[in-house]
């Protein structure tokens, strides 16, 4: 509602802001509420680019994204946020962009994970998924311990998908129901969708509702393609913003769209077995 300058200088104005922005999360409440959001943050380079500032730069601006995009998510009622964190088609970018990309997302899941933080505050459970070999091993006890620390909290759930494609994600299922039937753990007959579907990673998640990708690409880019479609109300929201500018407002207006359209629904569906 107010720039960041004048929420800074002026208590007052953060105050004001903060009363507003509680009112809007409140009516988002009233409604229905999605439990699992998925994000890929794209625009991070482009953010930079056009405000003259490094690429790291940018990238930190796309972390302070994620954290307050997170928080609306929590206090409205999300049961589950699923972030893009890394590609494996990523690991195709410079040495210096995969190394700044790395550390970064190390230092904000430990920051997520500290105690008095994010995941403590709002009871949540970091998830690392993704081809965990692909990951290099100066990061593995990191990421290791933001799982550990984590491990408690069972209301909320942030799957971090690193690194991950869905080709990948569906690969792995298919040769974990192979490697069961190899051990005589499942029977050839009994393979079917359901058990392919249980070898999916994020699982434990609530169905995917909403799948949100910023900065004007309207492409998916080989991201949880099996579970868009594993649940037929999924909505796919493209919005040209980029994601270091994606804040309290604009993630706030998704939800009350979405809201209002599966009030709708509901409502039609009503009509239509009341009629029958």
């Given at each position: ?29 009233t409604g229905p ?153 499942l029977a050839v ?88």
């Amino acid at each position: 509602m107010f720039p960041k300058f004048f929420t800074n200088q002026f208590p007052l104005v953060m105050y004001l802001n903060g009363l507003i922005e509680d009112g809007i999360i409140n009516i988002v409440k009233t409604g229905p509420v999605p439990q699992h959001i998925a994000l890929v943050m794209d625009g991070n380079r482009r953010y930079a680019k056009v405000n003259g500032i490094q690429l790291k730069s940018g990238h930190d601006a796309g972390a302070y994204a994620l954290v307050e995009v997170l928080g609306c998510c929590y206090r409205v009622g999300v049961k589950a946020v699923t972030i893009y964190a890394f590609s494996i088609e990523n690991f195709n970018r410079s040495q210096a962009e995969i190394n700044t990309l790395l550390e970064l997302l190390k230092q904000k899941l430990l920051y997520l994970s500290d105690t008095g933080h994010y995941a403590e505050r709002y009871n949540v459970r970091i998830n690392i998924v993704g081809n965990k070999d692909m990951i290099p091993n100066e990061f593995r006890s990191a990421l290791d311990k933001v799982e550990e620390l984590t491990r408690h909290h069972t209301k909320r759930t942030l799957n971090v998908c690193f690194p991950f494609t869905s080709r990948d994600d569906i690969t792995s299922s298919i040769a974990n129901v192979a490697n069961r039937v190899l051990s005589e753990e499942l029977a050839v007959a009994d393979i079917n969708l359901q058990q392919v579907s249980n070898s999916v990673i994020d699982r434990t998640s609530p169905p995917l509702d909403i799948l949100i990708r910023t900065s004007g690409h309207t492409r998916l880019s080989d991201f949880l393609t099996w579970q868009l479609s594993q649940n037929p109300t999924s909505t796919v929201v493209f919005t040209n913003t980029l994601w270091p500018n994606f804040k309290f407002w604009q993630m706030m207006w998704i939800l009350l769209t979405w809201s209002y359209y599966q009030a709708i629904n509901a409502s039609e569906i009503r009509i239509m077995t009341t009629d029958n």
